[in-house]
């Protein structure tokens, strides 16, 4: 089986671009070791502790954020990073050519569980003449390459540099990942879909009407039955829509009108939007493709609707009979 590298050569990848991603990988490497220990790296915990030394035991989002942070700003080719755990953006070498924007660990709150969780990170150009926050902000359709990592009983990195999207799986044994799927593509159609049924009464008039008539199955107007599944990761979520096909949703909804968004779009949705739409998938806000979306501000929430092409149709079919809520 084909090792990362040498399969980002046979696709002519640049060269700046290989060393990003291997950064990447060196880091996600890391980070697995540390997540398998569990327990016994002492990383584990929902709050900062200090122990006997008076050393802070972090928790593993935080150790996963500085490897990935102080690895890619090592990197020359980097010239600056975005992250879930980071206010502002940390600028590394002057000439660097990549933006990188990460989720160091997306899911954490699987992590005392022993769940499902994984880093998701999304490479941009570095545009000419923009200093500060404001490089980072362009749309997902720009992305030279996205990808997560997979945390699970195995290792996996999704990655795609524009072209197909591709499925490694580390190997523990010679510390490397290798080719396991060289070309994913999500069926149009699917029976499946995911969204956290807890927030139903704070969703809108159409996401409400259209999980509804899912809901009735065989008997209903889509006449067929669906089955549901929540990860509340949304790396593990995605992961099984790229697996198998599905719909993927974290909708607008009414609870905190100042918050009416879950996922960040620099490093959680414009990444999945590029491998699922690379996939031959759909990736929208409801509406609009995301990948379309200008970002305002590197934190910026968004609506998410993904996964097998027929199904996101069909939901953004029930938004267009309705008022736009946002
Ligand atoms: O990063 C945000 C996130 O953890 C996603 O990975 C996941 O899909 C979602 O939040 C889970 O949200 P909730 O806790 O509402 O189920
Ligand atoms: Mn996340």
């Known amino acids: 089986m084909k090792r990362l590298i040498p399969t980002l050569r046979a696709d002519a990848c640049e060269e700046s671009l290989i060393s990003v991603l291997n950064t990447v990988q060196t880091a996600a490497k890391e980070i697995a070791f540390r997540l ?14 200090e122990n006997i030394q008076g050393e802070t035991q972090k928790k593993l989002d935080v150790v996963a954020n500085q490897l990935l942070k102080d690895l890619l700003l090592e990197c020359q080719y980097v010239h600056a990073v ?13 000439r660097g050519e990549y933006l990188i924007a990460f989720d160091p660990l997306d899911g954490s709150s699987n992590i005392d569980i022993n769940g499902l969780v994984g880093t998701i990170f999304s490479v941009l150009p570095r545009p000419a003449g923009i ?3 404001e490089m980072f902000l362009q749309p997902g359709k720009n992305q030279v390459a996205a990808g997560y990592v997979l945390y699970g009983p195995s290792t996996m990195l999704v990655l795609t540099t524009g072209q197909s999207v591709r499925m490694y799986t580390l190997d523990q044994t010679v510390g490397e990942f290798l080719l396991t799927k060289p070309e994913v593509k999500i069926p149009h159609q699917t029976q499946e879909f995911a969204i956290n049924m807890s927030n139903k009464r704070h969703w809108s008039t159409a996401m409400h009407e259209y999980i ?22 949304m790396v593990g979520d995605v992961h099984r829509v790229l697996s198998r096909g599905g719909l993927f949703t974290y909708p607008w909804d009414k609870r905190k009108p100042n918050k009416p968004f ?57 938004h267009a009979n309705h008022p736009k809520p946002f």
Request: net charge negative.
């Open 212 to 233: 509804s008539d899912l809901l009735a199955g065989k008997e209903g107007p889509r006449e067929k039955n669906f089955n549901m599944r929540w990860i509340a990761a």
């Open 82 to 94: 975005a992250s879930e755990e980071e206010d502002s953006i940390v600028v590394g070498d002057q």
């Open 36 to 49: 398998h220990q569990g327990a016994m790296a002492g990383v584990l915990g929902s709050t900062l502790d």
């Open 262 to 318: 879950k996922l960040r779009l620099l490093y959680e949705a414009n990444p999945m939007a590029m491998l699922v739409e690379k996939a031959d998938g759909l990736a929208t806000d409801g509406y609009d493709p995301i990948m379309t979306i200008q970002p305002t501000d590197i934190h910026q929430r968004v609506g998410v609707v993904l996964g097998s092409k027929e199904e996101v149709e069909s939901c953004m079919a029930y």
């Open 131 to 133: 200093e500060g926050e």
